[in-house]
């Protein structure tokens, strides 16, 4: 079987490190798959790729290297094996032929800030688009690729503010046309090339930009599967697990207040005002749709540098009960982000990859339980996602 491609936005971040590393770690049997949903025994007789399988590439606007991003994660974070860095070196190395200079255009101040010069250019909608769909199928071309798969690995863009030129396709190929950079985002343009292609796409941020309503239609007519937003790793994790049993027991949700510290470069991006906006809307859309009423809630997240990939969530919520008496909650989530983040990655490769080989398109919402604002999906509670995942799966295992 030829080989799958997987060029990743933000090829040089964390999570993108992490899953490149992961995958070479495991092809060596220097680790386990512990995390990976797609290794529980439901998942057997699928025949999803494995990471043998998988040639990894992908897009950055800083400099640098896959190893030398490995290299600073492994150092940063001491709990890591560092022996699996040694381990997996060479291989490393071999894969900057596959890395491309991305674009920052319209990414908001602190992204821009963060890019190279070149990145933020001055050429036209159109040009960065051709742009890369060349670097698409000369990733294709040059490794022999059966199919490539986009993922939107890279910092966390300001909300666009959705309008009809993002409702219609021919109202969004006008805007790239006539060069409106006001109206798109960076994450846009790396979509609407990968549909163009016919390149499966999975956002893993909170950018809303990525994803509009003219591209998920665009993947309909072109046969593409999509699935985003946000991956759902820690806090909203819990939360989507835990929420349900107040509902079950009529215990009413009086306030929900939740606390996050991080220090990795996701977090300083998280720390301007305009980013940080983009995630507080994905993870406060869990509470009030599960519970079907809104309680007081609020999501701070704050920059912490010292921590580096350790995230710390901490939530307090306060409940009423039989005779109007008030009690309360709490918990605190300790993880490494990017750690939960690799697992989850590779299961949507897999299980998108399984997707396009069955020829199905548009939004995926069986992988719901996934993502914190499952597009498509008004489902937030953990269990019924995945039964929407294992009633999938028999439909796939009966055909
Ligand atoms: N870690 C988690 O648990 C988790 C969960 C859900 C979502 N996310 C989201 O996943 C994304 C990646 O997280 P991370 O921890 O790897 O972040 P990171 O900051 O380590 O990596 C992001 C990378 O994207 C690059 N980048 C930024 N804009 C780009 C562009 N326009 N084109 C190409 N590259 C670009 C940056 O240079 C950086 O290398 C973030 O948006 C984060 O919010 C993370």
């Not at 908001?108 to 250019?121: D, P, V």
């Not at 910092?155 to 409106?180: K, M, V, Y």
């Not at 809630?297 to 710390?312: A, E, F, G, M």
Request: overall charge neutral; some cysteine.
């Amino acid at each position: 079987m030829s080989k799958v491609g997987v060029l990743f936005i933000g090829a040089l971040g964390y999570i993108a490190t992490t899953v490149v590393a992961g995958s070479l770690a495991l092809r060596k049997s220097l680790c386990k798959r512990t995390g990976m949903v797609t290794d529980l025994d439901i998942f057997s007789g699928l025949r999803l790729i494995e990471p043998d399988d998988i040639v990894f590439g992908g897009w950055d606007i800083r400099p640098g290297s896959p190893l030398e991003s490995a290299s600073t994660f492994f150092r940063n974070n001491q709990m890591l094996d560092p022996g699996i860095v040694s381990g997996i070196e060479d291989e490393l190395n071999a894969l900057s032929v596959n890395f491309f200079p991305g674009t920052a255009r319209s990414c908001g101040r602190t992204i821009e800030r963060m890019a190279e010069k070149s990145a933020s250019g001055e050429c036209t909608l159109r040009a960065l688009v051709d742009k890369l769909r060349h670097d698409i199928n000369s990733f294709r071309n040059n490794n022999r690729l059966k199919d490539v798969l986009v993922f939107n690995l890279s910092s966390t863009e300001p909300p666009l503010n959705l309008q009809h030129c993002h409702t219609e396709l021919s109202a969004f190929e006008d805007l790239i046309g006539n060069n409106r950079c006001e109206a798109v985002r960076a994450s846009t343009l790396y979509a609407y090339a990968a549909i163009l292609e016919r390149c499966p796409y999975i956002n893993f941020t909170p950018s809303n930009a990525a994803l509009i309503p003219a591209l998920i239609k665009l993947a309909e007519e072109k046969d593409v599967p999509v699935m985003g937003d946000d991956g759902k790793t820690g806090e909203t994790l819990v939360k989507s697990a835990l929420i349900p049993m107040f509902r079950y027991r009529n215990l009413e949700v009086l306030s929900w207040e939740g606390f996050n510290i991080l220090g990795n470069m996701d977090g300083r991006v998280l720390d301007d005002p305009e980013n940080r906006e983009s995630k507080i809307l994905t993870k406060e859309q869990v509470i009030g749709n599960i519970l079907g009423y809104a309680p007081h809630s609020k999501v701070h997240i704050n920059y912490v540098p010292s921590l580096d990939d350790q995230k710390t969530a901490w939530n307090f919520i306060h409940f009423k009960g039989f005779l109007g008496t008030k009690m309360s909650l709490q918990f605190i989530w300790q993880g490494y982000d990017s750690i939960l983040a690799a697992p989850l990655v590779l299961d949507l490769i897999r299980l998108m990859e399984l997707a396009k080989r069955r020829g199905e398109s548009g939004i995926m919402h069986h992988l719901a339980s996934f993502f914190k604002a499952p597009l498509g999906v008004n489902e937030y509670r953990l269990s019924e996602q995945f039964r929407m995942l294992t009633n999938y799966l028999n439909q796939v295992n009966k055909t």
